[in-house]
Nanobody, 118 residues
């Protein structure tokens, strides 16, 4: 059974940082591209970042570039998102997902809430 479980969200002040994790099981994590996707209140899903199966290459939305860092630890079947210089517009529910194509995913976690507010 495939499971993705996010953690690490919370309330942070503008300019602060958070580290999200996504623990996975039930599939060969090291063979899969993975993604972070977020949904702000009242808005649609927004792609945040992708990482290749090896973890050697990462890709970011313009909104995340230079502030967020995605990584994966294949030995622990875990995905990470380090978020720095957070802004109120980063407030959203953050999901990790298994990527099967361009903006296409087959498994999702339950999400972890990130709120950036003073």
């Amino acid at each position: 059974q495939v499971q993705l479980v996010e953690s690490g969200g919370g309330l942070v002040q503008p300019g602060g940082f958070l580290s999200l994790s996504c623990a996975t099981l039930g599939f060969t994590f090291s063979s899969n591209y993975m993604s972070w996707v977020r949904q702000a209140p009242g808005k649609g899903l927004e792609w945040v970042s992708d990482i290749t199966s090896s973890g050697d290459f990462t890709y970011y939305a313009d909104s995340a570039k230079d502030r967020f860092t995605m990584s994966k630890e294949n030995a622990k079947n875990t995905l990470y998102l380090q978020m720095n210089s957070l802004k109120p517009e980063d407030t959203a529910l953050y999901y990790c997902a298994r990527r099967i194509g361009v903006v296409s995913y087959d498994y999702w976690g339950q999400g972890t809430q990130v709120t950036v507010s003073s």
